[in-house]
């Protein structure tokens, strides 16, 4: 083979991409990029092709976690060793592979500890005081203004508790 067969493979992996999101798409595109990559000539030409085939596969993973949700598992995890075991050199591709196997940073918390502090302060200076300044000077309508306020951010707190940490996973359950 001649290096210039390496042009003519990496065009037909270019080729392939434009269609990669259509449904079954990214299964086709791994078995060509594969075959490609096997009948490269060159290392740059075979790394090319290999990185080609390293995005396929990620969106391979894409595909399967979308269809069968959490019980594919097992597949995402092989196509993520996949990816890793093709050493393409791309941060971005080695760091999605990891986190597709568990093996990236933990989660980082949620901001839930300022959101605690934001909506305490929040309920103090405009529920608590105007309740207690309106009780010291008589005013009922400051004391009830106080007390709706007070009750509308303890809702609007439960509400953000809510979604913050009672949120459904993501994925289709549909299916």
């Given at each position: 083979?001649?290096?210039?067969?390496?042009?003519?493979?990496?065009?037909?992996?270019?080729?392939?991409?434009?269609?990669?999101?259509?449904?079954?798409?990214?299964?086709?595109?791994?078995?060509?990029?594969?075959?490609?990559?096997?009948?490269?000539?060159?290392a740059e030409?075979?790394?090319?092709?290999?990185?080609?085939?390293?995005?396929?596969?990620?969106?391979r993973?894409?595909?399967v976690?979308?269809?069968?949700?959490?019980?594919?598992?097992?597949?995402?995890?092989?196509?993520?060793?996949?990816?890793?075991?093709?050493?393409?050199?791309?941060?971005?591709?080695?760091?999605?592979?990891?986190e597709?196997?568990?093996?990236?940073?933990?989660?980082?918390?949620?901001?839930?500890?300022?959101?605690?502090?934001?909506?305490?302060?929040?309920?103090?200076?405009?529920?608590?005081?105007?309740?207690?300044?309106?009780?010291?000077?008589?005013?009922?309508?400051l004391?009830?203004?106080?007390?709706?306020?007070?009750?509308?951010?303890?809702?609007?707190?439960a509400?953000?508790?809510?979604?913050?940490?009672?949120?459904?996973?993501?994925?289709?359950?549909?299916?």
């Amino acid at each position: 083979m001649e290096p210039q067969t390496d042009f003519r493979l990496v065009e037909q992996a270019r080729a392939i991409f434009p269609k990669i999101y259509e449904p079954g798409a990214p299964a086709h595109a791994v078995v060509e990029l594969e075959r490609l990559a096997k009948s490269a000539w060159s290392a740059e030409g075979t790394a090319l092709l290999r990185h080609y085939l390293g995005y396929a596969l990620a969106v391979r993973s894409m595909e399967v976690r979308g269809l069968i949700g959490d019980s594919g598992v097992v597949i995402v995890e092989r196509l993520a060793d996949r990816i890793l075991a093709l050493d393409t050199c791309d941060p971005e591709l080695d760091q999605f592979a990891e986190e597709l196997l568990g093996r990236g940073e933990e989660p980082k918390p949620r901001n839930s500890h300022r959101a605690v502090f934001a909506f305490a302060c929040l309920l103090l200076v405009f529920g608590v005081v105007p309740v207690v300044t309106g009780g010291l000077m008589g005013s009922a309508t400051l004391v009830g203004s106080g007390a709706l306020l007070a009750v509308f951010l303890v809702a609007a707190f439960a509400w953000q508790y809510r979604v913050m940490n009672l949120r459904a996973p993501v994925g289709r359950a549909d299916r």
